[in-house]
Structures are given as C-alpha cells and as structure tokens.
C-alpha cells in the first residue's frame, strides 16, 4: 500500500509515496488465558492455520473476565471465548466444533455428529473422570482403558486423520 507523509501547510512538491507494510488485527479474537481450555482452542486455530487475535485476560488481579466490555462476550465471565465482528462465542467445545465447521473440516452429518461426540465426551465424561476428586479413582482408569481400546492400531479417533476430535481429547 502506498502512503504519503501529513500536509503541513508549505506548498513544497508533493512527498514522495513510501511502501509501508499495513498491520491489520485479525478478525477473529480469542479471549483466554494460560489456566483455561482456551488452550485447545488456539492448538486448534494454529492447525487449522487461522490467525486469531490472543487475548489474554488477566483473571486475578485485575479481574478483567468481570468487565462490561468482556460480559458482552460471554456473560457468565469465562473463557475461552471468541469474538468475530459482532458474533460472539463462548464454551471450549462449541469454539472447536464452530471452527471445524467454519473451515471446511465438517462437510457431512456424520462428521459433524463424530466431532460432537469426541467434543462433548471430552468436555463431560472424560473431564469429570480427570478432574472431579470424587470420580477421579473409579471412573479415570475406566475412561482411559477404553479410550486406549478406541485408539488400538491407530493414530488418530477419527478418518485415519487429524480432526477437531483428536484436539478435544487432547
């Protein structure tokens, strides 16, 4: 993009144009922070190859997930969450299966359908069996015993490829 320098009043010959490198934000915002599944989410937006504006909140001292301007985002305060023009997103596993389908990864039913299934058992059964004290010692080891089965003599959950799946169980 060409660019000329301010006028300032003098009747000098015009400036000459300069090339400048133009620095746009990216369109899509992703408020987080290093604690949260927001994590998974930029994982996933780095595969995908989509940039995304980082925003990390800082959730102790300066409670910023508690600020009008964040509330309008998600108003129960918590991250992640996503922001792109006027269409706002919040919940882990919604931003995953958003974006899968967003970029094209999400072309049937059927795959819509997997990745949901993979995306909410992470959010739901394999998240309580990992970090809820009280399900921890009976439910974990059954969870990983048959997500070990599930993954026996392959890579990946899903098509023999990479998916949204693969990002949400993690």
Do not use: C
Not at 20 to 37: D, F, G, M
Not at 121 to 135: D, I, K, M, P, R
């Amino acid at each position: 993009m060409l660019t000329s320098r301010a006028f300032t009043g003098r009747t000098a010959a015009p400036a000459r144009p300069t090339r400048v490198k133009i620095v746009t934000k990216a369109s899509l915002k992703l408020y987080t922070n290093p604690a949260s599944r927001g994590r998974i989410v930029e994982w996933y937006l780095k595969e995908l190859g989509v940039e995304a504006e980082l925003v990390n909140l800082n959730m102790k001292e300066k409670r910023e997930h508690r600020q009008e301007g964040f509330l309008k985002v998600n108003p129960f305060g918590k991250v992640p969450a996503i922001q792109s023009g006027d269409y706002t997103l919040f919940e882990s596993g919604a931003l995953l299966t958003y974006l899968a389908d967003k970029y094209g990864k999400l072309d049937t039913p059927e795959k819509r359908g997997k990745a949901s299934q993979w995306v909410l058992f992470a959010n739901s059964t394999l998240a309580n069996s990992v970090f809820v004290e009280q399900f921890r010692e009976k439910s974990m080891p059954d969870v990983f015993s048959n997500l070990d089965k599930v993954l026996a003599g392959k890579e990946y959950l899903e098509d023999n490829e990479f998916s949204v799946a693969d990002v949400a169980v993690g």
